[in-house]
Structures are given as structure tokens and as C-alpha cells.
């Protein structure tokens, strides 16, 4: 609408010749949600509360750190052959073991990895220790408060594993169906194992197709979620109260009594002991790390874990195949493998839709997340705006503008971007006139998103001499 002007004199108008931009949105934002020792926000309670934190001091600073183990036991035996060795292990008589509360560890393995910004959600203070973890309601209600966040794209369960199986399975499934439903997130889940039973291929595969069966979604559902096994080895230590470690064959039964030489090698042994973790926490650290240093489409897998020994068990290619392809239901498992020299690297790019030949990969899906948000979100701005030619004309500019650099970022594949995505939107390509008496303006937008090399063949022949 032209100005009116009354005064003579001159006058300056400012004209906007570009379209409004899209900016991407976080990728990598985890929500981590497990027992905590506290839960104290300015002297209140945030049990039950989303708290995005930025470090691991920040954590410790309202949620405290680690349950100490009380039922540790070293043993030290002296032989002639192999002089003194100080072996650890812990009372697996009933209410004892090892604490199920492994929250603050897992936060310690996603920050080693290379995790950022992330959110919290407290289910309460942690349980006697031994106390198995068996109610899944707290864990639920979570989810409903976590739905509420718009930031977070990760949800992570550091602590499902300690819950009974079918509980761990139904809390996975109300995971999935979040992500599905709010289409901005995405689940990293661990197979059900505690890191000591599933040794040999039959175990393993027989663990793998439980979990295939417990879990009923099918696609597109379960393509927001992929799985990881097996269970890793921490090089952190464990917290645990010297008082109460067990000596056997040492010069007292107790740490107090023991030699200054003896007190050493225990907190050594003790040391060395290692925590054993599900995988989610540090895979989470590792899709952040990605994403910020190539970008969200590059598929999170072969890539190193950082502040890890080994892991529970060795992946063989003959169990790899089992678990990588699902012929029935596609439900893939990402394996996590040990190579020589190499380390030990994340070894599996799928979805739990593994069968799909659009959402297959973690990174496209997660690179549709991405964009579907980012373009949702810029396009609010013209909600209410005249469903026009001009609208339609502006709209289509800053989705392809936003696009356009997609591609030259490398997210796209194509030679040219005509080649990489197609934006359309208009009467009677995208919209018929009922449509626009309704009050909606479709845009339909299509990518052609890079896709993991998997599978990499080296054809070799020979060549006749020539001279």
C-alpha cells in the first residue's frame, strides 16, 4: 500500500528484493532421561522437568554424580609364576551387585565423544542400591513432558536396560511413536543385554530377534530409531565408598587395614575394573560430533568411540550380516566392532526400517527431520498471508534459496540443483481452487539426499600383455 504524504520534501523507501531465509535447526540436542541422585534447580525440585544443561559440571551441579558401589570385592593371590594380582569383583547375592543407576556415566561417555547442548529429565532420586528398576511410568511420563520441548531431536534411555524386557520394549515403542508423531526427533536405542550374557553368535542372534519381535511398530514408525550392540567398556572409573570394599586374602579384610602399597594397588584394580554401558550415550556423543563436523546427512558410522576399552562381546562379519539385514521385518542392528589398528568403531548406518528404501539410513532420515523442521518453521511467517501468486512466489524463493546451499554444503547429490531438489507451488500444480477456498497452500518439495556408501565392491580382472 502506497504512503500518503502531506509535507513537500523528499522521502526514503526502503525495498526488500530478497525473500525471507530459512535457518537449519539443532540436530544433535539428546534428551537423556534416568534416576538421578538429585534433582535441585535454585532450591527446587525438577523431577519429572526437561533442564537443558551444556557440560558435564552443569550436571553435576544440579544433578549430582554417580551411586557408589558398596559391594565391591578384591582378591589378591600371590603365586610364584605370576607374583600378586588383584582381581575385582562385587557381591551378586540378592539385593546387591553393581548400581542400575548409570545416568552420570553415560552422561560422562556423550560429553568424551564429542556431545554439546542436551536435555535432562530426572525420574526421580536413585533407589537403594540393588533395588531392580521395574516401574516404566516414571520413564513415561517423561516422554509426555519431553513432548512438550521443541528443541530436542535425541532421546536416549541410558538406563533401559536394567528394566524388565517387555518394559523396556514398551517404553521404546512410546519413544517411536513421539518421533513419529512430531516428526522433529529421533530414538537411539541399545539392545537388551546386560554386557555379560550374550557371548556366542546363537545368543546374540537369539537376543536380536526377541527384540525384533517385542518391537510391533512397523514402518514408517520405526524408521525414527536405530538400534546399537553390543554394550561397551568405559575407561572411567567407578565411584564406589572404600569402606565397604571387601579384601580377600590381603593383609586385613577391609581397605583401611590393608598396607599403603596394597591401598594402591586396590584403587588400581579397582581402577581398571570396568564400567560396563550400553552404547546409546556415547553414540549420541558421536552423531553430534558428526553433525557439527560434516553435517547431519553424513551417516554417524564408522566413526571411533572415544573413552572406550573394548566391548562386551566381538562381532564377526557371519553375525553382522544377521543383524544388519532383517529379511522379515527390515528391524536392523547396528553392530559396534573392534578392528585391529583401527579401534573401535560405530559399524551400522541403519533405522529399525531397514527393509525401506527411502528411510533405510539414520542419516536421511534425520537429514529429512532437519529440513522438514527448518522449512515448518520458516514458513509460519506467512501464515495468514494472501494465498496468492506473490506468496507463492516468495515461499518458493526462500525454499530454494535454503536448498541451494544444501546442496553446495554437499547434502544434496546432483551436478546441478535442478538435479538435487525440486520446490513446487501454485494453482494447479500443487493446489486446485477448492484448495485455496479452504484456506491451504501445499508446497511439495522433493530431495535427493546423498545415501551412505555401505557397501563398497573393488571389480578386479586381468589384463592381457599388450607388448
Known amino acids: 500500500m502506497a504512503n500518503t504524504y502531506y509535507t513537500p520534501g523528499v522521502y526514503i523507501e526502503e525495498i526488500s528484493k530478497f525473500p525471507p531465509s530459512i535457518t537449519a535447526v539443532e540436530t544433535a540436542i539428546p534428551a537423556f532421561i534416568g534416576f538421578t541422585e538429585q534433582a535441585i534447580v535454585d532450591g527446587k525440585s525438577v523431577v519429572g522437568t526437561p533442564v537443558r544443561i551444556s557440560s558435564l559440571l552443569e550436571?553435576?551441579?544440579?544433578?549430582?554424580?554417580?551411586?557408589?558401589?558398596?559391594?565391591?570385592?578384591?582378591?589378591?593371590?600371590?603365586?610364584?609364576?605370576?607374583?600378586?594380582?588383584?582381581?575385582?569383583?562385587?557381591?551378586?547375592?540378592?539385593?546387591?551387585?553393581?548400581?542400575?543407576?548409570?545416568?552420570?556415566?553415560?552422561?560422562?561417555?556423550?560429553y568424551?565423544?564429542?556431545?554439546?547442548?542436551?536435555?535432562?529429565?530426572?525420574?526421580g532420586a536413585y533407589q537403594t542400591l540393588g533395588t531392580p528398576i521395574t516401574d516404566s511410568e516414571p520413564f513415561l511420563d517423561a516422554l509426555t513432558e519431553l513432548r512438550k520441548q521443541d528443541e530436542p531431536t535425541l532421546i536416549v534411555f541410558p538406563e533401559g536396560q536394567n528394566l524388565p524386557q517387555d518394559t523396556y520394549t514398551t517404553l521404546l515403542q512410546a519413544a517411536l511413536t513421539q518421533c513419529f508423531e512430531l516428526k522433529d526427533r529421533f530414538v537411539i536405542m541399545d539392545l537388551f543385554d546386560n554386557g555379560l550374557t550374550l557371548k556366542t553368535e546363537g545368543q546374540i542372534l537369539a537376543a536380536a530377534n526377541a527384540f525384533r519381535d517385542a518391537i510391533s511398530l512397523s514402518s514408517p514408525y520405526t524408521s525414527y530409531g536405530a538400534v546399537y550392540f553390543p554394550n561397551i567398556r568405559s575407561t572411567f572409573d567407578y565411584a564406589y565408598d572404600e569402606t565397604t570394599v571387601t579384601i580377600v586374602g590381603g593383609s586385613a579384610p577391609n581397605f583401611a587395614g590393608l598396607n599403603n602399597l596394597e591401598k594402591a594397588n586396590v584403587k588400581l584394580a579397582i581402577s581398571n575394573f570396568s564400567i560396563i554401558l550400553p552404547p546409546s550415550a556415547s553414540v549420541a556423543g558421536v552423531y553430534a560430533r558428526v553433525d557439527n563436523a560434516r553435517g547431519v546427512w553424513k551417516?554417524?558410522?564408522?566413526?571411533?568411540?572415544?573413552?572406550?576399552?573394548?566391548?562386551?562381546?566381538?562381532?564377526?562379519?557371519q553375525i553382522q550380516r544377521n543383524l544388519n539385514v532383517d529379511v522379515n521385518a527390515g528391524k536392523s542392528v547396528n553392530a559396534i566392532r573392534f578392528f585391529p589398528g583401527r579401534g573401535i568403531k560405530i559399524w551400522g548406518a541403519r533405522t529399525l526400517d531397514g527393509n525401506s528404501n527411502e528411510w533405510r539410513y539414520v542419516s536421511v532420515r534425520r537429514?529429512?527431520?532437519?529440513?522438514?523442521?527448518?522449512?515448518?518453521?520458516?514458513?509460519?511467517?506467512?501464515?495468514?498471508?494472501?494465498?496468492?501468486?506473490?506468496?507463492?512466489?516468495?515461499?518458493?524463493?526462500?525454499?530454494?534459496?535454503?536448498?541451494?546451499?544444501?546442496?553446495?554444503?554437499?547434502?544434496?547429490?546432483?551436478?546441478?540443483?535442478?538435479?538435487?531438489?525440486?520446490?513446487?507451488?501454485?494453482?494447479?500444480?500443487?493446489?486446485?481452487?477448492?484448495?485455496?477456498?479452504?484456506?491451504?497452500m501445499i508446497v511439495e518439495i522433493g530431495l535427493a539426499v546423498v545415501r551412505p556408501a555401505e557397501f563398497i565392491i573393488l571389480?578386479?580382472?586381468?589384463?592381457?600383455?599388450?607388448?
Open 112 to 123: 568424551a565423544n564429542g556431545g554439546g547442548p542436551c536435555y535432562i529429565i530426572s525420574v
Open 299 to 317: 551417516a554417524p558410522a564408522n566413526e571411533g568411540l572415544l573413552a572406550v576399552s573394548g566391548v562386551t562381546c566381538d562381532i564377526s562379519d
Open 59 to 110: 550436571y553435576e551441579n544440579i544433578y549430582g554424580g554417580p551411586q557408589k558401589e558398596v559391594n565391591l570385592i578384591v582378591t589378591i593371590t600371590t603365586s610364584d609364576t605370576s607374583g600378586t594380582r588383584y582381581t575385582v569383583s562385587y557381591d551378586t547375592a540378592d539385593g546387591k551387585g553393581l548400581s542400575k543407576h548409570i545416568m552420570y556415566y553415560a552422561l560422562q561417555q556423550f
Open 459 to 467: 571389480k578386479f580382472s586381468h589384463k592381457m600383455q599388450e607388448s
Open 367 to 440: 537429514y529429512f527431520n532437519m529440513v522438514e523442521e527448518s522449512t515448518k518453521k520458516a514458513s509460519e511467517g506467512f501464515v495468514f498471508e494472501p494465498n496468492d501468486a506473490n506468496t507463492w512466489v516468495k515461499v518458493k524463493a526462500m525454499i530454494e534459496n535454503f536448498l541451494i546451499n544444501q546442496w553446495r554444503s554437499g547434502a544434496l547429490a546432483g551436478a546441478k540443483p535442478e538435479h538435487a531438489f525440486y520446490v513446487k507451488i501454485g494453482i494447479n500444480e500443487t493446489m486446485t481452487a477448492f484448495d485455496i477456498l479452504e484456506g491451504r
